[in-house]
């Protein structure tokens, strides 16, 4: 069973900055951080790729996040980052991590097909 539980949204003002944490845990299942990512979704919106980490800690971004967001992970607690600098507006959404159910042929923000295991989600909301 696959355990993804994000924490780290809030409120603030354009050019703020958070960080957004994932920890996961997985039974019986030690490939869990072979992939991972941060998606996120804005109301009416579609869900979009914003970064990902595969186990080479080769990372991708979304062309809108790229520069402003890191993403990062530690291995030995477990927990997945986001940093977020310089947020705009249009970074406001609902923010989720997420991994590969089981095999993947790319690790990639552009990739979501791949993606079939979620948290629940974290809100971020940055005003003007």
């Known amino acids: 069973q696959v355990r993804l539980v994000e924490s780290g949204g809030g409120s603030v003002q354009s050019g703020g900055a958070l960080r957004l944490s994932c920890a996961y845990s997985a039974s019986g299942d030690s490939n869990i951080d072979r992939c991972m990512g941060w998606f996120r979704q804005a109301p009416g919106s579609r869900r979009e790729g914003v970064a990902t980490i595969d186990f080479n800690g080769i990372t991708t971004y979304a062309a809108s996040v790229k520069g402003r967001f890191s993403i990062s992970q530690d291995s030995a607690t477990n927990t997945l980052y986001l940093e977020m600098n310089n947020l705009k507006p249009e970074d406001t959404a609902t923010y989720y991590c997420?991994?590969?159910?089981?095999?993947?042929?790319?690790?990639?923000?552009?990739?979501?097909?791949?993606?079939?295991?979620w948290g629940q989600g974290t809100e971020v909301t940055v005003s003007p």
């Open positions: 997420a991994t590969p159910a089981g095999r993947f042929e790319q690790c990639s923000a552009n990739a979501a097909q791949w993606f079939g295991r």
